[in-house]
T-cell receptor, first 118, second 112 residues
């Protein structure tokens, strides 16, 4: 159980275009989804937290107009990188958290999306 | 300022050796998770610890949560090449459990 998928797994786009990445929880309802980015050989940096049906909460330094997040249902969240530039090239990973259990904080991660902006 | 510092940053060992990875903070966490990530993939959850002093074992991996819930360790016995990967600790802050704070990561390479 607790499977999270991402689509696409990799994408190459030209500078100035927009790219949408989907994150789906396949076998559970995700009350909260998280978006991270990871640069080579580095750890994960949280970009934003989204709860179904409400606006995303962005971390300090993350431009909300550039990284549009939509969490329209309990199984789907999307991240749109608008007007992408080469510096946006990164590995984007989503995670999903369902109803809180004893541990309460476990997140299940998607396989990631490699974005390359040329 | 990085809330969760992992050490060592890199570790390269021979098959059969033992190793310990540390995850330290000055903050208190309500729970702490350990993940392993392979290149081009998302992190995979290994364990969650929630009680101060808790020890959990997963085959050759032993995880410990510090008594004060500020630190954790991962010990691998008789490492194998399949253990190679990026190990990440991540904690939910005691006063804000909504999000995880990830550690700086430890890259482990086990040679046959």
């Amino acid at each position: 159980g607790a499977v999270v998928s991402q689509h696409p797994s990799w994408v190459i786009c030209k500078s100035g275009t927009s790219v949408k990445i989907e994150c789906r929880s396949l076998d559970f309802q995700a009350t909260t989804m998280f978006w991270y980015r990871q640069f080579p050989k580095q750890s994960l940096m949280l970009m934003a937290t989204s709860n179904e049906g409400s606006k995303a909460t962005y971390e300090q330094g993350v431009e909300k107009d550039k990284f549009l997040i939509n969490h329209a249902s309990l199984t789907l969240s999307t991240l749109t990188v608008t007007s992408a530039h080469p510096e946006d090239s990164s590995f984007y990973i989503c995670s999903a958290r369902g109803l809180k259990g004893l541990a309460g904080d476990e997140q299940y991660f998607g396989p990631g999306t490699r974005l390359t902006v040329t | 300022t990085q809330l969760l510092e992992q050490s060592p940053q890199f570790l390269s060992i021979q098959e059969g050796e033992n190793l310990t990875v540390y995850c330290n903070s000055s903050s208190v966490f309500s729970s702490l998770q350990w993940y392993r990530q392979e290149p081009g993939e998302g992190p995979v959850l290994l364990v969650t610890v929630v009680t101060g002093g808790e020890v959990k074992k997963l085959k050759r991996l032993t995880f410990q949560f510090g008594d004060a819930r500020k630190d954790s360790s991962l010990h691998i016995t008789a490492a194998q090449p399949g253990d190679t990967g990026l190990y990440l600790c991540a904690g939910a802050l005691y006063y804000n459990t909504d999000k995880l704070i990830f550690g700086t990561g430890t890259r482990l390479q086990v040679f046959p």
